[in-house]
């Protein structure tokens, strides 16, 4: 069983930042392939970025360039900075883990982009 716990969420204004935080329990993190979703109201739940255990990225067009995850092993946290950010990233944040061919959830976390 691995446990998620998301945090950094928030209100801010177009063009702001936030990071985003995903604690994971267990003792091979660095193993889990680790991603971030999100769901706006009345739309579907949509990948927004993910990183594999080597490291490597992917990223929903739509945050290209302003996006970024990382992890730290370390820590077993994964990130997700989010740069210049726009009315339309407005949604819950979920983090998510694959770990051992099974998928788990975090509880989310709401970013709200609004003047």
């Known amino acids: 069983q691995v446990q998620l716990v998301e945090s950094g969420g928030d209100l801010v204004q177009p063009g702001g930042s936030l990071r985003l935080s995903c604690a994971a329990s267990?003792?091979?993190?660095?193993?889990?392939?680790m991603g971030w979703y999100r769901q706006a109201p009345g739309k579907q739940r949509e990948l927004v970025a993910h990183?594999?255990?080597?490291?490597?990225?992917n990223y929903v067009d739509s945050v290209k360039g302003r996006f970024t995850i990382s992890r730290d092993n370390a820590k077993n946290t994964v990130y997700l900075q989010m740069n210049s950010l726009k009315p339309e990233d407005t949604a819950v944040y979920y983090c998510?883990?694959?770990?051992?061919?099974?998928?788990?959830w975090g509880q989310g976390t709401q970013v709200t982009v609004s003047t």
């Open positions: 990183i594999t255990s080597e490291g490597r990225t």
């Open positions: 998510y883990a694959f770990v051992d061919l099974k998928g788990y």
């Open positions: 267990g003792r091979i993190f660095s193993t889990y392939v």
